[in-house]
């Protein structure tokens, strides 16, 4: 039997409520389950792995069929199954994805959540409150599901599932809350999923989302990075980045790892003071935004640290980061002074 054919989950489309919004529980911004009430089938960790759930068929381990997500065994008596969440960092909720992806017989009919604010206990029943009342749930679908939470800022989400089964995955749409880690020279990433940062727009990305250029550490192989396809006209790709907060930028890190055939032969970035403004507008302004980086080349599997070519803008609240002609970059740093 073939066990390395499998099949992969679409992806979900977006409703307005997720923009500018990051996902909380992205264990790679260090998002972690803690515990759980039973995870027989599969382990509570991959709920909150970032690709897309896979379907391997034919796949078994010694507990059953090999499923890509949380998945409790069938409960016999009163009660029902949860797993807890320790958000990446504490937030303000914008929604929830509640994906059950490739459970088809075995997923919750119906799934809630409660929340536990950042500074009580989450080991003390009495710090938890309904975020989310029982919703019903289908089979291999995503759930999108919009939660209005105020001012309210979570450090910790449970996930009850009603009475049991399978959820491939759990996105947690919202905006980290508090001040943002200071750098020993005092400066701030500003470009830090973890500081809010988002990607707002681009051109291409083929092989690898936008949205990896901002995640903490370095990039584990090039599918963990921005990558655009081929380039077989003329002109070059571009993103544009929100930062998490306006500010000065002082210094620039451009990282390339793995990528050693396909990183671009130069990167450029532009910038602006624009908060408030549309995605649209944006889009169509940032070819005529001042130049922050002018056109620097790059080397192969490779951190670039750039301090001196930075060009004084003072405060600026969005970058256009540029791939002259294409490729791949790993990470982008934007070290500054918050305004």
Known sequence: MDNTSFLTAPAAELPAWTQQQINLADAR????????????FAPMSRLLQAPAAI????????HGKWMDGWESRRKRGPGHDWCVVRLARPGRLAGVDIDTSFFTGNYPP???????????????????????????????RHHLIEIASGDAVFSHLRLNILPDGGVARLRV??????EPEVAADGLVDLAAALNGAWPVSWNDQHFGVVGNLLLPGRGIDMGDGWETRRRREPGFDWCIVALGRPG????????????????????????VHAPGMSREALVTQSQFWPTLLPETPM???HLHLLTDAVAALGAVSHVRLNLHPDGGVSRLRLWGEPA
């Open 299 to 301: 080397r192969a599997d």
């Open 248 to 271: 000065t930028i002082r210094r620039i890190e451009l990282d390339t790892a793995h990528f050693k055939g396909n990183f671009p032969d130069r990167c450029s970035l532009q910038a």
């Open 110 to 140: 119906a799934a809630s959540l409660d929340g536990c604010r950042a500074g009580r206990d989450p080991q003390d029943a009495a710090s938890w409150e309904p975020v989310l009342a029982p919703t019903p749930l289908g089979g291999n």
């Open 173 to 178: 749409y919202g905006r980290p809350a508090g």
């Open 55 to 62: 379907f391997v068929p034919g796949k078994y381990d010694a």
């Open 29 to 40: 911004l260090g998002a972690e389950a803690v515990a759980c009430s039973d995870d027989f």
